[in-house]
């Protein structure tokens, strides 16, 4: 089972029946040579599951306290799953020799496959095997062996999947959402999901080459699922949300053309069609009377958080966490591949075309929606002038003709709000940059290789001090790459170029660099590699334009107006302490400090929208 980046993250949701739990773990333990996690939801369990749970290397555990249904457990599940395939398998089930490794196949067959699922002995519909002949596990094992091989690269397509069993590019879940939490406790939820896939353009398949054992539906005819089951209530709800004019009993027993479905339905629909993923815990969280509803609104350019290059799209998933960490509901659009503490809604477009942005909000804001925050680099959503109130946080040095703008420091609402307007300064957890106060041999340049960045001045500094310099950030630009990094690393070994970074490699040149140089020759309108660096208790080296004095308010030594003054207090060392520089940081410039800002924002705009 690997640790990082798994291939597939396995979801199993638990509830009671421990001793089925462990021999499907035992089976995957067995019959999967591939790269997974096992991701395990447990629904209210009270039969020593949850310790056996906790005995298992590795594993990710969600405990709900009751019973949340197949649908939102596997929801769960899904935002916590790390992998690049997503397999949904009941805790019921045995899997056999090479299961997975055919499943997977098959997605490289046919790019137009959404789900794939097996063969088994239990299901209604085409994946069922009438009549095995085994009576035993041993005698399970041999039989799927021989059905594979029988059936060796054989598939079908069928009208839909059973949950025991689906496995899903996770790139799937990104564009059609999750499982319909409103068939609870589950049935149905499946059929939707199927659906939707088809809707979307996907094809559903079946693995003939893959047979695994399910015990069959244990989990739903428990004593605690025959309870809370409302599957007549199911079937109802499942016609009146796909327009099928039957009963549910009717549904129930004579079934649904589900091709009619998707040719009434094309095309895909976000409004329509997405089921928003949210945390685990979300619903468990008590929200205060004060707590207001907000939908940020990131750029469309990298998903959240991003995993390399992305100030803004950094700044909008720290505001989003730190808001939800404070019991405000978060609705967040942002690109597919979105992850964060809020429900997700996803932009329909690929690429960057942010005039597709406020149309897809028109559609799809929810309600409840108090407070719109738009992060785009033009104010695609502030311009339009919605009826919610709408802050825009101008992220550019640039002016865009918005009521609420906020800028990211007094200099640019200065510059280019012409003094009118509010600004708030970027924040960061603190916890996500940890202190190091022994620091590595080593200058550092983190940033866009472009020519307003002044990355040739870097160059300069670090040839002028015969010091080593690491240059990390994405090469915008390649004839000034080409005609500047390039030469300068050929004529100097201590020149080094590592291109874009993200994760722990980029903190870990933060953490370690002696400084960071930043001599930024543009109107910046904040400069957020400086605040990382020093919560890092690394000193930047900056040229004076745009916010930069203000930024570094708190350190003015380390504001330099030429490169030979760089040159110099790069020779001479002498540092701010790095706990100061933390402790400024932290002071000044922490995700909680710019969320209470926002906040009052918001709460200000919402008194004057009240009042008329």
């Not at 149905?188 to 559903?204: K, Q």
């Not at 390039?486 to 903190?507: C, D, H, K, T, W």
């Not at 400069?527 to 004076?544: K, Q, R």
């Amino acid at each position: 089972m690997g640790t990082m980046a798994p291939l597939v993250s396995i979801i199993i949701l638990t509830c009671n029946e421990s001793d089925l739990t462990r021999e499907c773990v035992r089976s995957i333990a067995d019959h999967t040579p591939e790269d997974y996690e096992l991701v395990f939801v447990d629904n209210g369990s009270t039969d020593g599951t949850v310790a056996y749970l906790r005995t298992i290397p590795d594993a990710k555990l969600i405990l709900n306290r009751s019973n949340r249904g197949f649908a939102a457990g596997c929801n769960q599940g899904i935002v916590a799953a790390s992998g690049t395939y997503i397999c949904l398998l009941n805790n019921d089930t045995v899997v056999s020799d090479g299961w997975l490794t055919r499943m997977l196949a098959w997605f490289e067959k046919n790019p137009r496959i959404g789900i794939v699922g097996p063969r088994t002995n239990y299901a209604a519909g085409s994946q069922r095997v009438d009549a095995v002949p085994y009576r035993t596990m041993d005698e399970m094992r041999e039989f799927a062996k021989e059905w594979a091989g029988e059936h060796a690269g054989d598939g079908f397509y069928p009208y839909r999947l059973i949950g025991f069993c689906m496995v899903m590019h996770r790139s799937l879940i990104d564009r059609v959402g999750g499982l319909d939490e409103t068939f609870y406790p589950g049935t149905y939820e499946d059929d939707d999901l199927c659906l939707r896939a088809r809707i979307n353009g996907n094809i559903l398949w079946v693995a003939q080459d893959v047979f695994i054992h399910h015990h069959g539906s244990r989990t739903f005819r428990s004593k605690q699922f025959r309870e809370d089951a409302d599957f007549p209530g199911n079937a109802e709800r499942f016609a009146r949300k796909w327009g099928l004019k039957i009963t549910g009993p009717e549904l129930f027993s004579q079934g649904y053309d589900s091709s009619a479905i998707v040719d009434r339905e094309l095309p895909f629909r976000t409004e329509r069609h997405y089921a928003p993923l949210r945390p685990a815990g979300y619903r468990d969280r008590v929200r205060a009377a004060s707590a207001l509803t907000v939908a940020l609104v990131a750029p469309d350019y990298f998903p959240l958080p991003p995993p390399k290059y992305g100030g803004i799209e950094r700044v909008v998933y720290t505001l989003t966490e730190e808001l939800a960490r404070l019991g405000h509901d978060v609705y967040l659009y942002a690109p597919r591949g979105s992850r964060a503490n809020a429900t997700v809604i996803p932009f329909e477009h690929n690429g960057y075309d942010m005039s597709r942005i406020p149309e897809l909000m028109s559609r799809t804001l929810p309600a409840e929606v108090e407070v719109i925050h738009d992060h785009t680099q033009l104010s695609v959503v502030g311009r339009e002038k919605p009826a919610t109130p709408t802050v825009s946080s101008i992220h550019n040095p640039l002016y865009n003709p918005v009521q609420t703008p906020v800028y990211l420091s007094r200099r640019q609402m200065d510059i280019y709000g012409k003094g009118e307007g509010e600004f708030v300064y970027n924040g960061i957890e603190l916890s996500d940059y940890p202190l190091q106060t022994m620091k590595q041999d080593y200058l550092l340049y983190m940033g866009a290789i472009l020519p307003y960045k002044g990355v040739h001045y870097a160059l300069e500094v670090a040839e002028r001090t015969g010091r080593k310099l690491i240059m990390a950030g994405p090469t915008y630009n390649m004839d000034y790459y080409r005609s500047e990094i390039v030469p300068a690393m050929q004529r100097n070994p201590n020149i080094q170029f590592v291109g874009e970074v993200g994760g722990s490699e980029r903190l870990e040149l933060f953490r370690n660099a002696e400084c960071l140089l930043f001599p930024t020759l543009c109107e910046e309108p904040f400069g957020l590699v400086m605040i990382e660096a020093m919560a890092c208790g690394t000193p930047p080296l900056c040229f004076p334009n745009g916010a930069v004095p203000e930024v570094m308010g708190g350190f003015p030594e380390l504001v330099c107006r030429t490169t030979g003054e760089m040159t110099r207090k790069v020779a001479k060392a002498a540092y701010p302490p790095p706990e100061q520089l933390r402790a400024y940081v932290e002071n000044h410039f922490s995700a909680a400090i710019m969320a209470q800002r926002y906040l009052a924002i918001y709460r200000r705009l919402l008194a004057q929208s009240r009042q008329g």
